[in-house]
Each structure stands twice: as C-alpha cells, then as structure tokens.
C-alpha cells in the first residue's frame, strides 16, 4: 500500500510540472513574442509601467493546480482527449470570466482583445491539461511493466 501511495505521489508530481511547464512555456511565447505587439497596442494605456510578479506566480500555481484537480484527476482512467476536452470548457468558463468582465468594465479592452485572449485560454487550458494526463501516465505506465 505504502509503495501505491508513493507511486500515486510520483504520477501527481509529473502531471503538476507537466502542466506547469507546458503553460508557462506557451504562455511566456504567447505574451513574450507571439501576441505581444497585439496586447500592448490594444491596451497600452491599462498596462503599469512595471509588472508586478507575484500576482500572476499565484495564478500560474492556483491555475495549474485547479487544472490538474479538474482535468487529469477525473480522466486518468480514460483516454487523453478527455483531459483535452475538460482542460477546454475550464478555460472556456475561466477566461470566459475574465475576459467578459474586463470587456463589461475596462473602456480600454476591447472586443478584439477579450476574443483574442479567451480563444487563447481555451487552447492554453486544453493544451495543458493534455500535458498533465501525459505526465500522469508517464509514470503509471512503466509501474505496470
């Protein structure tokens, strides 16, 4: 029992850097390069002067870690693309949130900008959350042989 515990420990531990890794890697190459002239043109007069960092440190770890709860836990019996599938109507439901709201209340944000941006939640969630039911595997699938 204690070996399953510690084997069960090991597979959430590859699912969580999975997902952390793969989000924080997309996410810094979709605010870092990709879209980057595109968020900063279209609300340049919202952004500080300097980001503060811990804000969105917080995000990534609750994010990543609500992702795995939500997405992996209850599909690491099924196929990957149920993962792929939750991971999507998370971020669809998470940035959906987000970015109605600052579209409802923000003058400056447009409406270019809130599709733009939750199009990119849905993909980044779903994307993840695949990456977390790889991690998971990755480890349950050497402990069978």
């Given at each position: 029992?204690?070996?399953k515990a510690k084997q069960f420990a090991v597979n959430i531990i590859f699912a969580l850097t999975a997902i952390f890794v793969?989000?924080?890697i997309l996410d810094g190459l979709w605010l870092g390069l990709i879209a980057a002239e595109t968020y900063q043109s279209e609300m340049q007069d919202l952004l500080r002067?300097?980001?503060i960092t811990w804000p969105w440190l917080v995000f990534y770890i609750m994010y990543g870690s609500v992702t795995f709860v939500l997405t992996v836990v209850p599909n690491r019996e099924k196929p990957w693309y149920y993962a792929s599938i939750d991971g999507a109507l998370l971020g669809l439901a998470s940035y959906g949130a987000y970015n109605l709201t600052n579209y409802s209340i923000l003058e400056g944000f447009s409406?270019?900008?809130m599709l733009t941006?939750?199009?990119w939640g849905i993909f980044l969630t779903s994307i993840s959350a695949t990456a977390g039911w790889f991690g998971f595997q990755l480890t349950s699938?050497?402990?069978k042989h």
């Open positions: 029992m204690l070996e793969t989000f924080g002067a300097e980001f409406l270019s900008i941006d939750w199009i699938q050497t402990s």
